[in-house]
């Protein structure tokens, strides 16, 4: 399951990739996790009061919270994908169960 929601990441990526003109190299797949990370924390700072809100209220920061986790997930995906890593046989290794979506 992980390896089909891997792959339709990558066909939604490539075609985003292509449409825009993006390079993904090795180094970008490592660099968006980073980024996508940092988008996160920063929804994140908001909600618990570390950072200014913008005039966003709770609900619209738990809405991009939980896209900015989409997009840290979906990068994820990703370069697992890019670098062929079975995640299935890592999740069992690591956290000792099967992973089933």
Known sequence: MLERLGSQFETASAGYAGAHGIERDADWFILKI???????????????GRG???????????????????DLLGHVLLFAHH??????????????FQATL
């Open 52 to 70: 200014r809100r913008h005039g966003k209220s709770t609900e619209e920061l738990t809405a991009l919270m939980a896209d900015e986790t989409a």
């Open 83 to 96: 670098h062929k890593l079975d995640l299935p046989a890592a999740i069992e290794r690591k956290w000792r």
């Open 34 to 48: 980073q980024e996508q990370l940092g988008e996160l924390t920063q929804v994140w700072n908001k909600l618990s």
